[in-house]
């Protein structure tokens, strides 16, 4: 059985609002989790959809420290950082799993989720993240909602683009000549030695 979580959020200001291009400094509006069981099949037997405003980010770490693997796009360089003032722990030593970073390891290069969705799965995503910043500034009920929306929105399809990938071991997109492009990417577990291996060794 695997634990694994898929993680979200957006940030109260934007680059061009902070003095340095620190995503520390950005703060964070709301995370969204899904976090979810896997059997040995590395089939999804349990999961849950939970959302956490600034006030309730103490409730959440708890979920992340349970994690076999914390999954995310472009997790490591900025969600993870934008999370670093809020933390008391060392959050970056979790067991981490950036779909872009595996990708930019296998291509050489950056890309968008939406561009990666739009030609995996055959969609988009369903705003852009300087909307997030605006519906928290603007704060009253119909723009926190629509906030937390877009931010769960975001988690579910990252989740199904790293279950595809999971099951079919490649992801497509398009070259900047506008080229489809397909490229092959593990996100299997790393085989687990059994008691009875071990016991076979002696």
């Not at 995996?120 to 119909?142: C, F, M, P, S």
């Given at each position: 059985m695997y634990r694994e979580v898929f993680f979200d959020l957006e940030t109260k200001k934007l680059f061009g609002d902070v003095d340095e291009g620190n995503p520390s400094l950005l703060g964070a509006s709301i995370v969204s989790l899904w976090e979810r069981t896997l059997n040995k099949n590395l089939e999804e037997v349990d999961g849950a959809l939970n959302s956490f405003w600034e006030s309730d980010f103490e409730q959440m770490w708890k979920v992340f420290q349970n994690a076999d693997r914390i999954i995310g796009f472009n997790s490591i360089g900025f969600d993870s950082q934008v999370l670093k003032p809020y933390v008391n722990f060392p959050f970056e030593k979790l067991p981490h799993f950036d779909i872009m970073g595996k990708f930019k390891d296998a291509v050489g290069h950056r890309i968008s989720l939406d561009a990666l969705t739009?030609?995996?799965?055959?969609?988009?995503?369903?705003?852009?993240?300087?909307?997030?910043?605006?519906?928290?500034?603007?704060?009253?009920?119909?723009?926190?909602?629509?906030?937390?929306?877009?931010?769960?929105?975001?988690?579910?399809?990252?989740?199904?683009?790293?279950?595809?990938?999971?099951?079919?071991?490649?992801?497509?997109?398009?070259?900047k000549w506008n080229t489809p492009r397909k490229v092959e990417l593990d996100f299997s577990y790393p085989k687990k030695e059994t008691e009875e291996s071990q016991i076979g060794l002696f």
């Open positions: 739009k030609e995996t799965l055959g969609r988009e995503k369903t705003d852009v993240g300087i909307n997030a910043v605006y519906y928290y500034q603007k704060g009253d009920a119909k723009s926190l909602a629509k906030l937390k929306k877009y931010c769960e929105n975001d988690v579910i399809i990252t989740k199904d683009l790293y279950d595809f990938i999971l099951k079919n071991g490649y992801v497509l997109y398009k070259d």
